[in-house]
Every structure is written in structure tokens, then in C-alpha cells.
């Protein structure tokens, strides 16, 4: 997705990525493959909480060139339920939920 201002003219549309997180499988069960997408180069972290909120894992913190980076989760080890995968970048945070299967 790219996020296009629409009171710009049309030729000079700037090409800005949106955040965003993507599965390779939903529902997951072992090894599950992110993309995640970052608008811009900087420091960045990706977590998973479970729904109460508690951190289960960090997936990723350091700092990012911006584009699309692959992460790798195994959720063999997790109990089935619900949790939230977040990523932060540049002040800005988005979430995907996601669901373990057995």
C-alpha cells in the first residue's frame, strides 16, 4: 500500500510505503514468516504480546534501512490463543492480530 496525498498534484505524488505487518499463515502453527514494512530508515522494534498484553517475545529491535523486512516466529513453543504482533518505527506503531492453532 502506498499512502498518496490527495491534495498533491498528480505528478508530484510522493511513493511513501505504508507500515504494515503480513503472515505468511493464518491461522499460524509453527514456523510462521512475517513481512514487515517500514515507511522510513531508523530504529525499530517488532514484539509479541499475548492478549493480556504481556510481552511474549522480541522479534526484532535495532535499526531498519525502511522497505520490507522478513521475520521468522516458530510458535510451536506458545500456547494456542490470540496475540498481537506490534511493530514501531519512527514514533508510529502498528499491530496484526494473530491466532496459534495446535
Avoid: C, K, N
Avoid at 511513493?15 to 503472515?23: E, H, S
Avoid at 502453527?29 to 531508523?42: D, K, M, N, S, Y
Amino acid at each position: 500500500d502506498v499512502y498518496r496525498d490527495p491534495e498533491a498534484p498528480a505528478s508530484r505524488l510522493p511513493r511513501v510505503p505504508r507500515a504494515g505487518i503480513t503472515l505468511s499463515r493464518h491461522p499460524a502453527r509453527g514456523r510462521v514468516e512475517l513481512g514487515v514494512t517500514w515507511p522510513a530508515a531508523g530504529p525499530a522494534r517488532v514484539a509479541l504480546y499475548d492478549i493480556g498484553g504481556r510481552q511474549m517475545r522480541s522479534l526484532f529491535s535495532g535499526t531498519v534501512a525502511g522497505g520490507t523486512q522478513t521475520l521468522s516466529l516458530d510458535t510451536a513453543a506458545l500456547p494456542p490463543g490470540l496475540y498481537v504482533v506490534s511493530a514501531e518505527a519512527g514514533g508510529r506503531r502498528v499491530t496484526r492480530r494473530m491466532v496459534v492453532l495446535r
